[in-house]
């Protein structure tokens, strides 16, 4: 599965917490993050991360494309939602984007080890669910 992992400048040391505290889970997927974020997880979580650009620089685009072509799986993004970012538009497109390709995204602690602990249990079911409802469309 692959797995995008993105964080804000004031949430990067939970994203770093999550990601050694889920190590063993997140190092059997394909890692992708935005820039400084990847370069955290890859130096404190030690594990391995493709990068993209920094989140300002074009990062949340570049994982939004991977969404679009269907290469994304599962989107960790904690957001920082009392700081303005000066790619605002960049971020709301890319938790549309996981709307309109229904991955799931979480976008604070709380969610993402949810998710994690699902996927850690192989309960994703979604992706059937999606196939079936394209059959009968
Ligand atoms: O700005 C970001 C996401 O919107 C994250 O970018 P960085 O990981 O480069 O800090």
Redesign the pocket.
């Known amino acids: 599965m692959n797995i995008a992992l ?4 004031k949430k ?1 040391d939970d994203i770093i917490r999550f990601s050694q505290k889920y190590h063993s889970v997140l190092s059997k997927h394909e890692l992708f ?8 997880i890859a130096d404190e979580a030690d594990l391995k991360v493709t990068r ?6 074009g ?2 685009q570049q994982i939004g494309s991977k969404i679009a072509n269907e290469e994304m799986h599962m989107v960790v ?1 904690f ?1 920082d939602p009392l700081t303005a ?1 000066p ?1 605002e538009p ?2 709301s497109a ?1 938790l549309r984007l996981c709307d309109v390709h229904q991955i799931p995204v979480a976008t604070n602690l709380a969610m993402a080890e949810i998710m994690i602990q699902a996927l850690d249990h192989k309960d994703f079911e979604w992706k059937n669910i999606i196939e079936k409802n394209r059959k009968q469309e």
């Open positions: 993105i964080a804000h400048d990067k993050a935005t820039g400084t974020t990847g370069m955290r993209f650009q920094s989140g300002p620089l990062g949340d993004f957001r970012q790619h960049d971020i890319l």
